[in-house]
């Protein structure tokens, strides 16, 4: 047991990690599939620590947390208002119904695929998309055009001032692969950033991936387009931010 962890009713544990509404707990605990230290639980309102539980013989699902580390595909969507097939997906389904809820840091679009966390911790979610922090986030970019050979600098000059926005791009660098093939790596994030600032230029991006965030790299994950892994904040963060 965690020095940190706190008692709480059965049935609000249960419901916070998705795995059924309150009232589906006093019929688990009916069919003798709850059990608490050992011994079988007694009443919905019971105060357990969530370490002693076990559903089914089994014990509960990340109940200190959640963070992921996630592949996303081309055609998923991070938002659960958008039409569309979701990022959570590719979770287990009762993932989707945590409290706090689980939420992509830093939202890639539809047509955009590559490395992304997800997490329910909010102050995690907050250090990673923070320009404060200096985590930068580089993206692989599949142009329709070729470079006009003036973007490196422009985008390095931090005078870049997009449309809607009322304060210019923060300086970025922009490495060349060739005439339509490149790298951006950000220190913010706005939305559809790296459309916006091509499109700027007179381009228009055809294929767009985040392949780092920080020293993280998507490459090193070895994880496949809907692949996910389970890592915790600290973790993460050595992998991001390596001293």
Same mark, same amino acid.
């Given at each position: 047991?965690?020095?940190?962890?706190?008692?709480?009713?059965?049935?609000?544990?249960?419901?916070?990690?998705?795995?059924?509404?309150?009232?589906?707990?006093?019929? !688990?605990?009916?069919?003798? !599939?709850?059990?608490?230290?050992?011994?079988?639980?007694?009443?919905?309102?019971?105060?357990?620590?969530?370490?002693?539980?076990?559903?089914?013989?089994?014990?509960?699902?990340?109940?200190?947390?959640?963070?992921?580390?996630?592949?996303?595909?081309?055609?998923?969507?991070?938002?659960?208002?958008?039409?569309?097939?979701?990022?959570?997906?590719?979770?287990?389904?009762?993932?989707?119904?945590?409290?706090?809820?689980?939420?992509?840091?830093?939202?890639?679009?539809?047509?955009?695929?590559?490395?992304?966390?997800?997490?329910?911790?909010?102050?995690?979610?907050?250090?990673?998309?923070?320009?404060?922090?200096?985590?930068?986030?580089?993206?692989?970019?599949?142009?329709?055009?070729?470079?006009?050979?003036?973007?490196?600098?422009?985008?390095?000059?931090?005078?870049?001032?997009?449309?809607?926005?009322?304060?210019?791009?923060?300086?970025?660098?922009?490495?060349?692969?060739?005439?339509?093939?490149?790298?951006?790596?950000?220190?913010?994030?706005?939305?559809?950033?790296?459309?916006?600032?091509?499109?700027?230029?007179?381009?228009?991006?055809?294929?767009?991936?985040?392949?780092?965030?920080?020293?993280?790299?998507?490459?090193?994950?070895?994880?496949?387009?809907?692949?996910?892994?389970?890592?915790?904040?600290?973790?993460?963060?050595?992998?991001?931010?390596?001293?």
């Amino acid at each position: 047991m965690s020095r940190q962890e706190k008692q709480e009713r059965l049935d609000k544990l249960l419901s916070n990690l998705g795995y059924g509404a309150r009232n589906d707990v006093r019929h !688990w605990i009916k069919a003798g !599939w709850i059990s608490v230290a050992g011994e079988p639980a007694t009443s919905p309102a019971q105060k357990v620590y969530a370490s002693e539980v076990r559903l089914e013989d089994e014990p509960l699902d990340h109940p200190d947390g959640l963070t992921i580390i996630y592949h996303k595909p081309l055609g998923t969507v991070c938002s659960r208002k958008e039409n569309g097939r979701l990022i959570y997906e590719d979770f287990p389904a009762r993932w989707i119904d945590r409290k706090p809820p689980l939420s992509p840091v830093g939202r890639l679009d539809k047509e955009t695929t590559g490395l992304l966390i997800v997490t329910d911790d909010g102050m995690l979610n907050h250090r990673l998309t923070s320009p404060k922090q200096h985590i930068s986030k580089t993206y692989a970019v599949t142009l329709a055009e070729p470079l006009n050979g003036g973007e490196v600098a422009l985008f390095a000059a931090g005078t870049l001032l997009l449309d809607n926005d009322d304060r210019p791009c923060m300086p970025a660098e922009l490495v060349v692969h060739s005439a339509t093939e490149v790298s951006l790596t950000l220190h913010e994030g706005r939305y559809h950033q790296v459309r916006r600032m091509f499109a700027a230029t007179g381009n228009h991006v055809v294929t767009l991936e985040r392949s780092h965030i920080g020293q993280l790299s998507l490459l090193a994950t070895a994880l496949q387009a809907g692949e996910f892994k389970v890592t915790t904040a600290d973790a993460l963060m050595e992998l991001i931010q390596p001293e």
